[in-house]
T-cell receptor
Framework: AQSVTQPDIHITVSEGASLELRCNYSYGATPYLFWYVQSPGQGLQLLLKYFSGDTLVQGIKGFEAEFKRSQSSFNLRKPSVHWSDAAEYFCARGGDYKLSFGAGTTVTVRA | GAVVSQHPSWVICKSGTSVKIECRSLDFQATTMFWYRQFPKQSLMLMATSNEGSKATYEQGVEKDKFLINHASLTLSTLTVTSAHPEDSSFYIC?????????????FGQGTRLTVV
């Protein structure tokens, strides 16, 4: 079965520092890949998505992600983190309109 | 992006009663909607796929008689938790998919916090 792995359960980063969240997907055809952010008690907001084409994808809020087929990865990055970026981040893989989510990474931002 | 509205945002009900949660796509027609359940500090688990005009497809382990799904129109799907018990307390999130040619994108509601007492 297709799956998504987020190796890091929790990451703490200083405000202004860079952030990288890891995401790996299981072997398969070129996947549809997504990153979502969830604030406490809220639904999910799409940050960015990859379907095909340029492997470096720009998203909202200054996020970007790079698709690397050789590593089966789709890591999310942000050069300079703001306190408002503290949230839960989910990587997801799409297929047949359904999404399979990773376990999520909690990001804490310290002043 | 498209808007998906979920109602109510939170609900508290007594054990044994039923609760209905609505999911509406406000500015596009969604032939397919999805219902997810999220436990605290955990990821989203797909419960079922709701197709307009047909029966929902449930994931393995999800009781279809307990979680009734109706997708009566292209903009509305409902999830009814029947005879709710405290273990049904959870965060329920719906999403609606809008196909874009060969691509698709899912838009999520804001979620419903269900507490059964």
């Amino acid at each position: 079965a297709q799956s998504v792995t987020q190796p890091d359960i929790h990451i703490t980063v200083s405000e202004g520092a860079s952030l990288e969240l890891r995401c790996n997907y299981s072997y398969g055809a070129t996947p549809y890949l997504f990153w979502y952010v969830q604030s406490p008690g809220q639904g999910l907001q799409l940050l960015l998505k990859y379907f095909s084409g340029d492997t470096l994808v720009q998203g909202i809020k200054g996020f970007e992600a790079e698709f690397k087929r050789s590593q089966s990865s789709f890591n999310l990055r942000k050069p300079s983190v703001h306190w408002s970026d503290a949230a839960e981040y989910f990587c997801a893989r799409g297929g047949d309109y359904k999404l399979s989510f990773g376990a999520g990474t909690t990001v804490t931002v310290r002043a | 992006g498209a808007v998906v509205s979920q109602h109510p945002s939170w609900v508290i009900c007594k054990s044994g009663t039923s609760v209905k949660i609505e999911c509406r796509s406000l500015d596009f027609q969604a032939t397919t909607m999805f219902w997810y359940r999220q436990f605290p500090k955990q990821s989203l688990m797909l419960m079922a796929t709701s197709n307009e005009g047909s029966k929902a497809t449930y994931e393995q382990g999800v009781e279809k008689d307990k979680f009734l799904i109706n997708h009566a129109s292209l903009t509305l799907s409902t999830l009814t938790v029947t005879s709710a018990h405290p273990e049904d307390s959870s965060f329920y999130i719906c999403s609606a998919s809008r196909p874009l040619g060969v691509d698709t994108e899912a838009f999520f509601g804001q979620g419903t916090r269900l507490t059964v007492v």
